[in-house]
């Protein structure tokens, strides 16, 4: 063996090959803790954006939905990132925890981490992860009613775009759909045949 965080193992033909050897499965619960909380934190903040989107909606205010999508977008995505992050933590800890060979390569859930780790850090895990997820369905739910809302008003939006356009019709034409389209101009030509 040598020193650092690796050790030597002999390969099937020949020099001794390098891996890395697990982590420490209580610094790595620890870190896993910390990203927990934090993805909590930008899911409280998402739900915050979603309250705030929602009275954008109801005001009609573009302006504010337009920032709100921003903040949206910009929060999922670091989100993303941190729960790439929590993957990582916990295939680390089943590597430290059943032995590198035993968890190679496998996704763990922390249901099923909980159980092989170490107190204190277990109940603390497993409260932070039954806060993500209680958090995690309550932004599900208002975006679904987001989605809905939002939908209800494009359609809305649309159904007034049409009638609009076929009133300003004065050739009462339809397009292909059977309906006057907006955006489609109609022309009346106009030739004075005496001159």
Known sequence: MTGGN??????????????????????????????????????????????EHRAALRAADGA????????????????????????????????????????????????????????????RVSEAAAALRVTAGSVRGRFAVLHAATQSLAAHAEGLVRQVAASLSHARTYGRGGACQAGVTHFLNVLDVRT
């Open 6 to 51: 690796r050790s030597q193992v002999r390969g099937p033909a020949g020099p001794p090959q390098s891996h890395p050897r697990p982590a420490d499965p209580a610094a790595t619960a620890q870190e896993l803790l910390a990203v927990l909380v934090e993805i909590k934190g930008l899911h409280d903040q998402l739900l915050a954006v979603a309250e």
């Open 64 to 123: 504010s939905v337009e920032r709100c999508v921003r903040r949206e977008v910009s929060l999922a995505e670091a989100a993303s990132r941190l729960d790439s992050r929590r993957s990582r933590l916990a295939r680390a800890l089943l590597d430290g925890l059943v032995g590198a060979s035993a968890g190679a390569g496998r996704d763990a859930t922390l249901a099923q981490l909980a159980p092989l780790i170490p107190e204190p850090v277990r109940s």
